[in-house]
Structures are given as C-alpha cells and as structure tokens.
C-alpha cells in the first residue's frame, strides 16, 4: 500500500486500535492523511510514531485538525527525524505552541527533501519562528511555506528572511494574519530579493503600513516570477 487517506471517517477505538497495530506493515507506505476524526491519546500516539520509524519511504504526512498540540508534536517528533524523503507535511490547526515547534524544528533538520510545510493555524510567536528558521535554512528544496494565522511578528520575519536566503525554490511564502509590521516587511523584502522563483506573497491583515508596502514593492520588484503580493492596506 502507497497512500491511505482517512479523513473525515467516524473510526471507533477498535478501528483505531487496529490501525495503529498494523501500521509496521506499511513500510512502503508514502503517504498518509488523517483530521480529527481520528484523534488518539497520548499512549497510542507513541506507538504509532513507532510505526512511522519504520516508514523511510513516507513522502506525504497531512494531520489537519489533528489536535496533536505541544506534546503530540513532541511525539510525533520522534518518528519524523527518520523520514528523510518525506516532501510534504502539513500540520494545520493542531494548538501548536512556541515550545512544540522548537522541538518539531529539531525533528526536521534531517528532512531535506522537504518542500512544503503548512503550519497555519496554530499558536507560533517569534520564538517558534526563529527556531523554525534556523532548520529552514537546511530545506533548500522548500517550494511553500505557510505561517498564516499564527503570532508571527518583525522578529519573525526577520529570522524567517534571513533563512528563506537559502531556499532559492521558493514558489509562495503565506504570512497573512499575524503580527508583522514595518521593520518585518523591510526584512523579507531583503531576505526574499533572491527567491527568483517566488510566485506569491501573502502578508494581509498584519500591521503593515506605507512604509512596508513601499519596502516590499522596491525590493521585490525584480523578481520575474513573482504573480502575486497580497498585503491589504
């Protein structure tokens, strides 16, 4: 079996259960989906996470709404650090904090093959984002980011910048809906000069003024991909 996707299923504890026993059998398995119709408590995550040590080929890890938080990503953590072909993981709307996406950063720092990370809806400030950008930096191949609704604010961005100088794949950056001001848009109008296969740019509903628009405006002017900058002022 290649990919299972078991999202919006009423599965029962036996079913669950079931599932997470059999999961060492999927060593071929690439991709896998599941929402919060699949919730677990902490014990069984540990042994699923178990089972996704032995998945080397696992390419696509979507847990939307998943409810995962701090210590589920803390478990989950574990199992990623042996996915180094993974490509896509999304994590959107899992109640994930500062201190869960430091440790989630850790856990990726071997997955180079990464190319799209969705983290929108949770709970990262600066700190969460500095951390994040310090593995980022290692994820050449990254193609999409997304950070929207979340804490972000300039310190953020500036360490998010700075990071996204190395990754020259870079086909759209999301950042809407948080706390990024002037002094953020400044920096990722320079960290993202480079990014000469940008397609979109999504800061709308921050606290970004004329000053940062005129910033995003002149530095991103020469890019030749680049389709789209939202920033809503």
């Given at each position: 079996?290649?990919?299972?996707?078991?999202?919006?299923?009423?599965?029962?504890?036996?079913?669950?259960?079931?599932?997470?026993?059999?999961?060492?059998?999927?060593?071929?398995?690439?991709?896998?989906?599941?929402?919060?119709?699949?919730?677990?408590?902490?014990?069984?995550?540990?042994?699923?996470?178990?089972?996704?040590?032995?998945?080397?080929?696992?390419?696509?890890?979507?847990?939307?709404?998943?409810?995962?938080?701090?210590?589920?990503?803390?478990?989950?953590?574990?199992?990623?650090?042996?996915?180094?072909?993974?490509?896509?993981?999304?994590?959107?709307?899992?109640?994930?904090?500062?201190?869960?996406?430091?440790?989630?950063?850790?856990?990726?720092?071997?997955?180079?093959?990464?190319?799209?990370?969705?983290?929108?809806?949770?709970?990262?400030?600066?700190?969460?984002?500095?951390?994040?950008?310090?593995?980022?930096q290692n994820c050449t191949n990254?193609?999409?980011?997304?950070?929207?609704?979340?804490?972000?604010?300039?310190?953020?961005?500036?360490?998010?910048?700075?990071?996204?100088?190395?990754?020259?794949?870079?086909?759209?950056?999301?950042?809407?809906?948080?706390?990024?001001?002037?002094a953020g848009a400044r920096a990722?109008?320079?960290?993202?000069?480079?990014?000469?296969?940008?397609?979109?740019?999504?800061?709308?509903?921050?606290?970004?003024?004329?000053?940062?628009?005129?910033?995003?405006?002149?530095?991103?002017?020469?890019?030749?991909?680049?389709?789209?900058?939202?920033?809503?002022?």
């Amino acid at each position: 079996m290649k990919a299972l996707y078991l999202q919006g299923n009423a599965i029962g504890e036996e079913g669950k259960k079931a599932f997470i026993n059999a999961r060492t059998q999927y060593i071929n398995m690439e991709t896998l989906c599941l929402d919060d119709h699949f919730e677990i408590s902490d014990e069984k995550m540990e042994t699923f996470t178990d089972s996704i040590k032995h998945c080397e080929n696992q390419q696509i890890l979507n847990f939307k709404h998943f409810m995962l938080r701090d210590k589920g990503i803390s478990i989950l953590t574990d199992g990623l650090k042996k996915c180094k072909n993974l490509h896509i993981l999304c994590l959107e709307s899992n109640e994930i904090s500062d201190a869960g996406v430091k440790v989630l950063a850790q856990g990726l720092e071997q997955c180079t093959t990464l190319h799209t990370l969705h983290l929108h809806m949770n709970n990262i400030g600066d700190d969460g984002a500095e951390a994040l950008a310090s593995t980022l930096q290692n994820c050449t191949n990254l193609k999409e980011l997304n950070l929207s609704e979340n804490r972000v604010g300039d310190a953020g961005a500036k360490a998010l910048s700075e990071s996204l100088k190395h990754c020259q794949h870079l086909q759209e950056l999301q950042l809407e809906r948080n706390r990024i001001g002037d002094a953020g848009a400044r920096a990722l109008a320079d960290g993202l000069r480079d990014c000469e296969n940008l397609l979109e740019l999504s800061l709308e509903e921050n606290n970004i003024d004329e000053e940062g628009a005129k910033a995003l405006a002149e530095g991103l002017q020469h890019l030749p991909s680049l389709k789209i900058i939202n920033i809503g002022i």
